[in-house]
């Protein structure tokens, strides 16, 4: 939608979310191409991989 030229704040509203959800998850995953949702999936993809490869030690 950012690329057909929609502001944050429309796109927000249109999506039912934060305006500053929006802006989060654009400058995270634009590159220098753009924002492309394939390679975001893919990064979130691998971060939620990572974070639960902690071990959970019960407290003492």
Partial sequence: MKKQGYSQTFIANSMGR???????ELSRNTGNRGYC???A?????EQ????????KRPPH
């Fill in 18 to 24: 934060s305006n500053s959800t929006i802006s989060r």
């Fill in 41 to 45: 999936n893919n990064l979130a993809c």
């Fill in 37 to 39: 949702h394939k390679q």
């Fill in 48 to 55: 939620h991989q990572q974070k639960n490869k902690h071990i």
